[in-house]
């Protein structure tokens, strides 16, 4: 049996699971791959550095560009764009093929990568940058090739997930419900790239990017982040019904939309509390795939954590050591999809819209003469009136559900609605999908 | 671009969506595979016969030996053994590449097929033959192919699940609802092979396999169907928090369990409602997976119709073009697991068992005393107690849900109890899941 060298580049959470287990299931890796996969090195900045799992010393070394050099297969989990992107490339010129997790360089700098692992012809790999252990980008791009997606709703974010159900469960409000998953190790001291959809985004662009063939980059993806939803949102939500959610959202638009492309975007999202997304809980992640004759699929499961995410790696190794032992294409990717990506005004969704208003008669028909008037239907109006116990005034709370409708005639509509005199204010403007 | 030839055998519900889609989406197609993929013929019984759909009549021909001896992909979709068996070996031994959704074909005879397919060196694929249009088969077998499965759990029958849901939801008695199923086309006029457990059995058997590498036939598979469900059983299911799904199972179990190797079972099981599984309502199908590393996924979606299993053959249509078109491997299936199948009384699982028991001081321990005799502990145990309004005569029902325990310790622990004299009967024996 032949035994193929594979780097180790990185030693983190998941590189020293994936570590353990080259070397913990050996025999079972080779009886799959059909060649020992032999873990040539590890490399990282420090090789006395406290690793989550006991390796052995003489694997760890600090010259990445050698270990690279003698590989057959090379995984990288580094992270960050440099010194990542130039060891990919490296490896990947010398005919070895590449597995990484590494979403932000995927969403930077992917076509550049995929061009130059179609030139030597090897696998360029990424299962563990989308929804860690949830296999999502073989099926999008293989069980899926002989049917045309049309949208595709992705929980990709573990953290804002939980931060959310927190909110949703507790009535935390969102500086409460962080605190609490950074006491849990479920966000980072500094959240940023978490709370502000930015991790998501990455995710949203590769997943467009196989989903519709056409390769989408970060620039291509709207994001918004959840630091702004409150407790009041959340509780308005469950009460009309639904769960707010942060969505990675790729969609196809046709002429019928008024824009034909697709709509790449991350924000918080209503969602009804029976789609099956709003019943994702805590950390997990979930995709959801509307597709034009599979219909609804839903891809559910750990979307980080060493070991979730190890799995994918080594599914990913598994595969690209069978075609170095068979022979067998590279490239498995197409991207003659060539559709355009779309701004965010162009994206056509359903809307949740809270206003105060003025307790007094023929508000609604004036409110609702205005949307129409901006062509944004209406679905649901509900208006509850409320009276201060002490100054006995009385205030009312309209809360609208619209049918679809584009982001721009949507914002003139509020723009137009803030014009009246009898809106006190506009309270929330939430975008809703799986109605 | 190279043209390939695709024969097509057989033109029924799904057929006719394959040949439309085919046709219609041919640009496309071609795009992702790097070849044009030329409907070449369809081998059918009777030319003239009513399709589905409008399909050029010069396409439909009787002689399906001539149609597959000049294809360089063959879809079968006739069903059944014969002649499917002797096509797909004479296609595959052309060099073709087959692409199938025959369960029952690949469940009793699986090995020869893929051993032919091995030997020509081309892509047997069955994607369509398991869940319908979820990407299931090619999620274990490449995606997990670093990882250990342990446990897979399947709703892989539209039509028990539809028929159990709606007397979850209506409280219908099994007949009833199978008229419903039937009225509404979910199920045949013999539903034998749906409501018996068979179709889900031969899933169950395609799924062991590919998630235990090695090949299980039919005969491994312990089956019982869904048709001595009672709306009572139902009932007290629900009272007690759990849905009764028909779960197609397959557990490896090691020496802690008192056997080694894998049990696949079909049987109604009872499932807490909170179970990711016991949210699939209706016709729907799901497959939970448990994994060493990745730990618990889900995939869910249709897992039948027209247009959704299309999706599944047309998506390993495009895969086994590219590596005609590419030159690649035929083979990417392992078999070297070697792990026996075990016979059902080793299957270890929790048990919920419903007693009707003389209303005395004493019945509950004597009861608790005798489970403990046999090894089977005793999780939950809840008495009602029932006073009958005309005769006064007080009965009690005693609900037992056990910790897992072997078929074997639970069968001889019913059968002690039975001969009790505090027992007026046994009401319910019914597996329990996701506990």
Redesign the interface.
């Known amino acids: 049996m032949r035994t193929l060298k594979v780097a180790l580049l990185g030693c983190g959470n998941v590189g020293a699971?994936v570590a353990r287990?080259l070397i913990e299931?050996a025999d079972?890796?080779a009886?799959?791959?059909?060649a020992k996969l032999q873990l040539s090195g590890i490399a990282v900045r420090n090789v006395h550095a406290k690793r989550d799992v006991e390796l052995p010393q003489e694997l760890f070394t600090t010259d990445a560009d050698t270990l690279v050099k003698d590989a057959d297969l090379v995984i990288e989990l580094m992270g960050g764009i440099e010194p990542a992107r130039t060891l990919i490339l490296s490896a990947l010129r010398n005919g070895a093929c590449v597995v990484t997790g590494n979403k932000a360089l995927l969403a930077q700098d992917g076509p550049t990568l995929h061009e130059e692992a179609d030139k030597a012809g090897v696998q360029l790999s990424y299962?563990a940058a989308v929804a860690g252990?949830?296999?999502i980008l073989?099926?999008i791009r293989?069980?899926?090739?002989?049917?045309?997606i049309t949208r595709v709703l992705g929980i990709v974010n573990g953290t804002t997930n939980f931060i959310l159900d927190q909110m949703d469960t507790t009535g935390a409000q969102f500086a409460d419900a962080l605190a609490e998953a950074q006491r849990l190790g479920y966000a980072e001291a500094d959240p940023t790239a978490d709370v502000e959809g930015h991790d998501a985004a990455a995710k949203a662009a590769i997943l467009a990017s196989l989903s519709f063939?056409t390769r989408f980059a970060l620039e291509n993806v709207h994001c918004e982040g959840i630091s702004s939803v409150t407790a009041a949102d959340i509780a308005a939500a469950k009460d009309a019904g639904f769960v707010i959610k942060l969505l990675a959202i790729a969609e196809k638009l046709d002429d019928a939309d008024g824009a034909k492309g697709v709509s790449v975007r991350v924000h918080p999202t209503l969602l009804p509390r029976e789609h099956?997304l709003a019943?994702v809980h805590g950390a997990f992640n979930a995709v959801f795939i509307e597709?034009?004759?599979?219909?609804?699929?839903?891809?559910?499961?750990?979307g980080a954590?060493g070991?979730?995410t190890?799995?994918?790696?080594?599914?990913?190794?598994?595969?690209a050591a069978?075609?170095l032992?068979?022979?067998?294409?590279g490239?498995?990717e197409?991207t003659?999809?060539h559709v355009p990506a779309l701004p965010i005004d162009a994206a056509v969704t359903s809307y949740y819209i809270g206003l105060d208003v003025a307790d007094q008669p023929g508000v609604l028909a004036r409110i609702a003469q205005l949307f129409a008037e901006h062509g944004v239907s209406i679905e649901i109006m509900r208006q509850t009136i409320h009276r201060d116990a002490e100054s006995n005034v009385e205030s009312a709370e309209l809360r609208i559900v619209t049918h679809r409708a584009s982001e721009a005639a949507l914002a003139a509509t509020v723009e137009a609605v803030k014009g009246l005199d009898v809106i006190n204010s506009v309270t929330s403007v939430l975008r809703v999908e799986g109605v």
Chains 1, 2 share one sequence.
């Open positions: 699971q287990i299931d079972t890796l009886a799959r791959a059909g299962e252990a949830i296999p073989r099926p293989d069980s899926l090739a002989g049917d045309r063939h099956p019943a597709a034009e004759n599979a219909g609804e699929l839903m891809f559910y499961g750990q954590g070991a979730p190890a799995s994918a790696v080594l599914g990913d190794l598994v595969s069978r075609s032992v068979l022979g067998g294409p490239r498995t197409t003659t999809g």
